[in-house]
Every structure is written in C-alpha cells, then in structure tokens.
C-alpha cells in the first residue's frame, strides 16, 4: 500500500488555493477602488501577509481545500472572514 505524499498534496491544494485567493484579491480591489492596484493585490497575496496566519504554503492549501470541497464562493466567504480584517487592520496602520 502505497503512502500518499502529504507534502505533494498540500502543495497542490496550495497552488489551488493561491489561484483562489489570487482572484478573490483582483476582484476585490476592482469593487473597492475601480483601479488595478498592483500594490495592494502584492500585499494581500504576500507571503508576508500569509505569514501571519501560518506557513504560506499551508495557508494557501487551507482556501484551496475549502475551494475544492465547496466551491469557490465558500472559499471566498472563507478568505473574506479569515483573511480580510487582518489585512485591513494592516492596510490602516501603514497609512
């Protein structure tokens, strides 16, 4: 019996999952301020960002798992829940 690769798995959730939160933050930006920010799509995709919730690859799997078990608004509900008043919170205080 052969042992699935669990760091092979995660990773493909987390490519999934980066793709989700990819465009969960395009089309965010595009609702909030008309434009393509660049800047902030950076910021809300970031490693850096991602850090402080756990390891990035891992936090990007956690969307991606959501997304494939039940469909891209839960995983956007999730993001929006999850994610986005930490980023928010981030985003006033770098004013």
């Known amino acids: 019996m052969k042992v699935p690769d669990l760091v092979r798995i995660e990773r493909e959730e987390a490519w999934v999952g980066d793709a989700v939160l990819g465009l969960f933050a ?4 595009l609702t909030q301020t008309g434009a393509m920010g660049q800047e ?3 910021a809300m995709t970031s490693n850096a ?15 991606g ?3 494939q ?3 891209l608004a839960a995983a956007f509900s999730y993001i929006e ?7 928010l919170k ?5 004013r």
């Open 26 to 29: 395009r089309q965010y930006i």
């Open 40 to 42: 902030e799509f950076a």
């Open 49 to 63: 960002f991602l850090s402080a919730f756990g390891p990035p690859t891992r936090v990007e799997s956690w969307i």
């Open 65 to 67: 798992k959501v997304y």
């Open 69 to 71: 078990k039940d469909g």
């Open 81 to 87: 829940k999850e994610f986005l008043p930490l980023y």
């Open 90 to 94: 981030q985003k006033r205080n770098r």
